[in-house]
């Protein structure tokens, strides 16, 4: 069971999220969507969660994990270094897992990572 992290920029259009998503060849398998809880009404989080657990985090927990691919603009925006890996690492944190499987993929207006 995996747990995806999305990071997005506010007003990306859902097609922008899912075709990043899609690109991975994973979707089948994401049981989690995590993001951070600034985004959680963003119609691009709303639509992928759908159907899947959301688990939102504030900034100032999202910012103390360890991720290897941490953005300075990330932090300027948002109070933290990174969305989609810290977030998908927490929330496989919680269910008993925590390994990054795949690391920080970029696409329009979106970040996404996968952990499990």
Not at 21 to 37: F, K, N, P, S
Not at 93 to 110: A, D, H, M, N, P
Request: charged fraction near 20%.
């Amino acid at each position: 069971m995996l747990v995806l992290g999305v990071g997005v920029e506010p007003g990306t259009p859902p097609e922008h999220l899912l075709d990043a998503v899609a690109a991975l060849g994973l979707v089948e398998d994401v049981a989690v969507v995590a993001t951070i809880e600034t985004r959680a009404g963003e119609p691009a989080v709303t639509t992928l969660a759908a159907g899947r657990t959301l688990r939102t985090y504030p900034a100032s927990v999202l910012d103390p994990v360890d991720v290897p691919h941490p953005s300075p603009v990330v932090r300027r925006l948002t109070g933290t270094g990174s969305v989609a890996e810290a977030a998908a690492l927490l929330a496989a944190r919680e269910r008993g897992g925590g390994e990054l499987v795949v690391g920080k993929q970029r696409g329009r207006g979106v970040t996404v990572a996968v952990a499990r």
